[in-house]
């Protein structure tokens, strides 16, 4: 199922579709021309293909960019289980890939979404010509604890002020206005598709830290990664450079969502790296 939807603020046009894997519904968004080279987009943990929607215009003009919910987020489905564990989203976001008939894609991930690359690229190397990290940590050393209030299950769905201080951490600055679109992502999950989700990349991450996995898929890698980065220590980012030939870039001034914090200066780093690497996506 697919319907095309559109944008007074841009000029593109946004494929969205609901694509059946293992059972259950994948949404699916694509835009750009699709004899461009592919870049596919992950977003990160409470979040949705939506939290890529300012920086897919800046894409779309040279790649043929596709958005994939992950199980548990935005319109994909939110079932109970165990069906949330990093290989088995890898393993839908591979699956679409294939239905969708790309052979080859550079991948880019926010947060988790980037674990989930990760993922994609251990599982499918042959389908991943090269990765983009945006904010991931690469162990679960580098994480910042803090204090933000978590998720009452017996409250659920959250109100909006909940949300937001649960979500507080994820800018660069304290009393930063989280976007309404992140708020009605977070409500839209089920409590156990939060929960699960999240252990998921923990556990992943727990197994093995993503620099040491990196290192031996031999991908070309870029990092960009907020300096001031509320959630993981930005100066983390340097334990990727022992990944053979990987570039790391830290970004003055912003925090855990460079996508959404100054999506122009995201994309150009983005596009640079592509350039050199998408031309095999084809």
Not at 125 to 135: E, G, Q, R
Not at 156 to 179: C, L, N
Request: hydrophobic residues 40%.
């Amino acid at each position: 199922m697919a319907h095309m939807t559109s944008s007074d603020k841009t000029s593109h046009t946004t494929e969205s579709s609901l694509l059946p894997v293992d059972g259950e519904d994948v949404h699916v968004c694509q835009d750009g021309p699709r004899d461009a080279p592919a870049l596919l987009l992950l977003h990160g943990s409470a979040s949705s293909a939506r939290s890529w929607d300012a920086l897919v215009p800046l894409l779309a003009g040279s790649h043929r960019v596709i958005r994939i919910d992950l199980l548990g987020h935005g319109r994909s489905a939110k079932p109970d289980g165990d069906h949330y564990a990093l290989p088995a989203q890898a393993r839908r976001v591979a699956a679409v890939m294939d239905l969708l008939g790309v052979r080859r894609a550079v991948v880019a991930g926010h947060s988790s979404g980037g674990v989930a690359a990760t993922a994609l690229a251990e599982l499918r190397p042959d389908l991943v010509t090269a990765l983009v990290l945006i904010n991931t940590g690469p162990g679960l050393d580098a994480f910042i604890a803090s204090e933000q209030a978590a998720i009452n299950p017996e409250t659920w769905p959250p109100a909006d002020e909940e949300i937001r201080r649960f979500a507080s951490t994820g800018f660069s600055r304290p009393g930063y206005q989280v976007p309404d679109e992140l708020l009605d992502e977070v409500r839209a999950m089920t409590y156990h598709s939060l929960t699960a989700t999240m252990a998921a990349t923990s556990a992943y991450l727990a197994r093995r830290a993503l620099p040491e996995r990196l290192a031996e898929l031999g991908k070309p890698l870029l990092v960009l990664f907020g300096a001031d980065d509320r959630r993981w220590r930005s100066s983390s980012a340097g334990r990727y450079r022992v990944v053979p030939g990987a570039r790391v870039e830290l970004l003055p001034g912003l925090g855990h969502s460079p996508i959404l914090e100054d999506p122009p200066r995201t994309a150009a780093s983005l596009l640079t790296f592509t350039a050199r690497h998408a031309a095999r996506a084809d």
